[in-house]
Every structure is written in structure tokens, then in C-alpha cells.
């Protein structure tokens, strides 16, 4: 059974850090890249950050010097670690996994920035 778990959501004010970690089981096949997405209310989801198995980062210009995905301590899992927060940051942030030609997403996790 394919499980991809998010956690570390919650609410900051502006400037703040938060870490969002996600952990991913269950896939048959060797995963290629494991990323973040976010939405905001009323507008579409949005690639924040992604790392393939190689170790080659993508990152949404609106995050760039801010987010980074820190070296995995363990295997299939994914951090995002979020600096200088803004309010434009506030979304749900999901985990999104890719092997092969299937994509997984985990459920979710609220993440608010108060100016």
C-alpha cells in the first residue's frame, strides 16, 4: 500500500522558519523525484521545490534563497526547510512522489504565515 505522509505545517508569523518533512512507502518502483507543492485558496497548485534521485534541485522562483531541500537522512523521504516566510507563503503544501510514469501525493499540510 502506497503511503506518502507529510507533517510540519502550522502557523508562524512573517520571517519565520517552518520544516515540513514527508515520508514515502509502499511504491513498487524506484523512486525518481520527490518534491512540494502548494496551493493557495482560489488559485491553482504550484511547484515549490522538487529533488531527483540524482540529487538535482528545482526550486519555483518565488522561493528561490529562501526554501531548500536539506540532504535526506533517510531513504524516500523529503524536507523542506523554509526561511524569511512570507504571507504569500500561506497554503497547503503537499508532498508529491514520482516512479516511473506514476505520481503520488500525500494528503496535505496547512501551512500560515501572519503578516
Do not use: H
Request: aromatic share 8%; proline share 3%.
Amino acid at each position: 500500500q502506497v503511503q506518502v505522509v507529510e507533517s510540519g505545517g502550522g502557523l508562524v508569523q512573517a520571517g519565520g522558519s517552518l520544516r515540513l518533512s514527508c515520508a514515502a512507502s509502499g511504491m513498487s518502483f524506484s523512486i525518481n523525484t520527490m518534491g512540494w507543492y502548494r496551493q493557495a485558496p482560489g488559485k491553482q497548485r504550484e511547484l515549490v521545490a522538487s529533488i531527483t534521485s540524482g540529487g538535482r534541485t528545482n526550486y519555483a522562483d518565488s522561493v528561490k534563497g529562501r526554501f531548500s531541500i536539506p540532504r535526506a537522512n533517510a531513504k524516500n523521504t523529503v524536507s523542506l526547510q523554509m526561511n524569511s516566510l512570507k504571507p504569500e507563503d500561506t497554503a497547503v503544501y503537499y508532498c508529491n512522489v514520482i516512479t516511473g510514469s506514476l505520481a503520488y501525493w500525500g494528503q496535505g499540510t496547512q501551512v500560515t504565515v501572519s503578516s
